[in-house]
C-alpha cells in the first residue's frame, strides 16, 4: 500500500464562517475572486404580484339540532352544502332589510347615508 502525503487535522485546517478559502493544489489559499459580472440585458422591472383573493370572514351560528339536521337534509336534497344554504339566507335577508332601510349599505358606505331612507 503506498503512503499518500495527507494534511494532519489541526486547528489550522479549520476556517471561521465565512472565511473559508479555496485552496491549490500547492496547498495555499487561492487569492479572492469577484464573482462574475452579468453581462445579459438588464431584467425588466418585475410587475408586482396580484393582490390576494380576500377571503371571506367566519362567523359562527348556533341553532338546535332539529335546525341542524334540517338545513342538513334540504343541502342533500339541493345537491349543496349547510355552508351555501346560509350563505344565501344571509344575502336574502341583508337585500330584504336594505329595502327597508333605503341603501344597500345599511350604514356602513362613507357616503353618510347612515341607512336613512
Known amino acids: 500500500m503506498s503512503s499518500a502525503k495527507f494534511a ?3 486547528a ?15 496547498g495555499r489559499a487561492e ?13 425588466e422591472a418585475a410587475t ?6 380576500v377571503k371571506d370572514k367566519s362567523c359562527s351560528v348556533r341553532m338546535s339540532v332539529h335546525d341542524f339536521e334540517r ?3 334540504l343541502a342533500v336534497k339541493t345537491d349543496t352544502t349547510r ?4 350563505k344565501e339566507a344571509l344575502a336574502q335577508f341583508l ?13 356602513a358606505c362613507d357616503s353618510n347615508c347612515g341607512g336613512e331612507a
Request: glycine fraction near 10%; proline fraction near 18%.
Open 71 to 73: 338545513l342538513g337534509i
Open 31 to 43: 487569492p479572492e475572486q469577484r464573482a462574475p459580472r452579468w453581462r445579459g440585458p438588464l431584467p
Open 95 to 107: 337585500d330584504a332589510k336594505a329595502k327597508d332601510f333605503g341603501c344597500a349599505c345599511l350604514g
Open 48 to 53: 408586482p404580484p396580484p393582490p390576494p383573493p
Open 8 to 10: 494532519s487535522i489541526t
Open 83 to 86: 355552508q351555501q344554504l346560509l
Open 12 to 26: 489550522g485546517l479549520l476556517a471561521r464562517k465565512g472565511e473559508a478559502q479555496a485552496w491549490n493544489q500547492l
